[in-house]
Structure formats: C-alpha cells, structure tokens
C-alpha cells in the first residue's frame, strides 16, 4: 500500500498517518490539541511530540482550554520541570497563552470556526509548506492574541485538521 514518503516505515508516524493526519473532531478541544502540538512541533521532529504526546495529554488537563486559560505561575513551573514534554519556557506560556486567547475567540462564533474560514479553495501541491491561507491564518491568530503561529506551523496545523487532503498524490489516503 502507498503511503505518503514521511510514513513508510511502521511505528507511530505510520500509525498517525493513516489513522490522524488529515482528519480531525470539529471540536474547539481538537483543534486546541493540534494547535499546541504543532507549536511545541516548532524546531523538532513530529516523532518527538509523537512520543510525548500522552504526557502532553496529561499536563495540559486533555487540552480542556478553560483549565488551561486558568493556569499560573504554579502549573507554569511544574510544567517546566516535567521531562515528559517539551521543556520549552516560551511554547508552555504560549499555550497558556493560546488558550486564553481561546476562551476570548468564543464570542465571535469560537475556534472552530475562525481557523475554518481559512480553509483553501483547493489543495495546494503536496511539496507546500506554505500559502497564502496559511499566512492570512497566522497573521489573524496573532492579531487575536495568539502566539506561535507562524504561517509555516499554520500550514501544518492545516494540513493535520485536514483542512485540505494533505496527502502525497500517490498516497492510498490522497482520495479520502
């Protein structure tokens, strides 16, 4: 079976391959959840926050974004001091941070649906790291208070949401 190049070898980001990326809940929980992890994603390979991924789940209270929003210098420093995540002091307040930002998108229809509208009318080519919905995208989520949001990430969060098929033309997903 064909698969995107990044997947061909069993394990885990073969298993997120065929059974996440590409695909997501509408859910504001789902897409908080991409969002960190493509933040913490920023500088690092997918495998590693694959790998921490159940420890994310857990610190970050299942990526509920009103426990979040409600974090302090407490959680902030036990966060820090948790070798199980990505130890990283600017992405631990930027998803504090993002999830503040989260709870205020509420009153203009939600997170959802704000990231939705972003949505390309068509595919890019699978090579893409970047365009012009992904930089609208990133430029949007920073004016409301978002950070570590830069268009290439936005790209990638795109592309994990499934947005768009993200998927290699000869992938057997590139179809779904």
């Avoid at 789940?57 to 299942?62: N, T």
């Avoid at 930002?101 to 790291?129: H, K, M």
């Avoid at 989520?141 to 268009?151: I, M, R, S």
């Amino acid at each position: 079976m064909n698969r995107c190049p990044w997947a061909l070898t069993p394990g885990a980001m073969q298993s997120y391959h065929d059974d996440e990326w590409g695909r997501s809940e509408p859910t504001e929980q789902a897409y908080f959840e991409r969002l960190t992890l493509e933040a913490f994603q920023s500088g690092l390979s997918w495998a590693t926050i694959l790998a921490k991924r159940p420890r994310f789940r857990e610190v970050f209270a299942e990526f509920d974004v009103d426990a979040i929003a409600d974090f302090g210098p407490t959680e902030e420093e036990a966060l820090m001091a948790d070798a199980g995540i990505v130890r990283n002091r600017l992405k631990v307040t930027s998803t504090i941070r993002n999830a503040q930002a989260t709870v205020a998108l509420r009153d203009s229809g939600g997170l959802v649906a704000f990231v939705d509208q972003f949505r390309p009318p068509v595919a890019p080519p699978y090579e893409t790291t970047l365009t012009a919905e992904s930089q609208a995208l990133s430029k949007a989520l920073k004016k409301a208070g978002f950070a570590f949001v830069g268009p290439t990430t936005m790209h990638a969060l795109m592309q994990a949401l499934g947005l768009f098929n993200p998927h290699h033309p000869d992938c057997y997903l590139a179809e779904m």
